[in-house]
């Protein structure tokens, strides 16, 4: 059998007994950035990982205790997210070295073919995982909105047309690029993350020489944005 790849994404989550306690904590005292909130699951941004706050159903709290005096150790709240090519083979990888399956989820739910592709898992030292496949991915928690806006020698010398080409590999990408009065080049990415950032750092490679500043700020999804243009 093909040895499954873990590749840990940049989430982690973590599952609390007090929802709002943990979200007023981790925005106020630690000053981590508050992106989206909901009754129970909250989304901050970080410099290089995206943390989940979430709140913890009553019935896992008491499976929680079960656990423990089952198998002499306690599940960690805290998981990491790995995304995995052939969730069949990850599961069984797993679970013969010994993990426990918590819960699961399925793709194609609304078609006869549907198989699970993400799933909680616990290891045996303590800590917990999410593992899925690709197509299990929610839209709202692996889509970003990236306001951007670079300060240099970027008007009047083919910026925004060499921004158009490089999103031309990245063709699911939506937004614009313009040029602003004051001589900056704005720009608004949408899409998955890992696209977004490639398409931030390709710019900025091509064009380390122009510019002076890059500002970006991420802000809130806009369904109605369309197909990347040059405004």
Same mark, same amino acid.
Request: aromatic fraction near 10%; glycine fraction near 6%; include cysteine.
């Given at each position: 059998?093909?040895?499954?790849?873990?590749?840990?994404?940049?989430?982690?989550?973590?599952?609390?007994?007090?929802?709002?306690?943990?979200?007023?904590?981790?925005?106020?005292?630690?000053?981590?950035?508050?992106?989206?909130?909901?009754?129970? +699951?909250?989304?901050?941004?970080?410099?290089?990982?995206?943390?989940?706050? +979430?709140?913890?159903?009553?019935?896992?709290?008491?499976?929680?205790?079960?656990?423990?005096?089952?198998?002499?150790?306690?599940?960690?709240?805290?998981?990491?997210?790995?995304?995995?090519?052939?969730?069949?083979?990850?599961?069984?990888?797993?679970?013969?070295?010994?993990?426990?399956?918590? /819960?699961?989820?399925?793709?194609?739910?609304? /078609?006869?073919?549907?198989?699970?592709?993400?799933?909680?898992?616990?290891?045996?030292?303590?800590?917990?995982?999410?593992?899925?496949?690709?197509?299990?991915?929610?839209?709202?928690?692996?889509?970003?909105?990236?306001?951007?806006?670079?300060?240099?020698?970027?008007?009047?010398?083919?910026?925004?047309?060499?921004?158009?080409?490089?999103?031309?590999?990245?063709?699911?990408?939506?937004?614009?690029?313009?040029?602003?009065?004051?001589?900056?080049?704005?720009?608004?990415?949408?899409?998955?993350?890992? +696209?977004?950032?490639?398409?931030?750092?390709?710019?900025?490679?091509?064009?380390? /020489?122009?510019?002076?500043?890059?500002?970006?700020?991420?802000?809130?999804?806009?369904?109605?944005?369309?197909?990347?243009?040059?405004?």
């Amino acid at each position: 059998m093909t040895v499954p790849r873990f590749r840990q994404t940049r989430f982690i989550a973590i599952r609390v007994r007090n929802f709002a306690h943990a979200v007023a904590f981790y925005r106020d005292v630690l000053g981590l950035r508050l992106a989206t909130a909901a009754d129970a +699951e909250a989304r901050f941004e970080g410099d290089a990982n995206t943390l989940f706050i +979430e709140a913890m159903p009553a019935s896992e709290s008491a499976s929680d205790e079960a656990v423990a005096a089952t198998h002499g150790r306690y599940a960690g709240k805290s998981f990491f997210e790995f995304e995995v090519d052939d969730f069949a083979a990850a599961r069984e990888r797993l679970l013969a070295a010994g993990c426990r399956e918590s /819960s699961s989820g399925v793709c194609g739910a609304q /078609s006869a073919d549907a198989v699970a592709c993400s799933a909680m898992f616990s290891d045996p030292f303590g800590l917990s995982y999410h593992i899925y496949h690709p197509s299990a991915v929610l839209p709202e928690i692996d889509t970003i909105r990236m306001e951007a806006r670079f300060v240099g020698r970027v008007q009047g010398v083919g910026f925004r047309a060499s921004v158009m080409r490089l999103v031309t590999t990245s063709p699911a990408l939506k937004g614009w690029v313009r040029n602003e009065r004051d001589g900056s080049v704005a720009m608004v990415a949408q899409g998955k993350a890992t +696209e977004v950032d490639a398409l931030v750092e390709a710019i900025r490679a091509r064009w380390t /020489s122009s510019i002076v500043q890059c500002e970006l700020t991420r802000t809130p999804l806009d369904p109605s944005e369309g197909a990347f243009a040059i405004k």
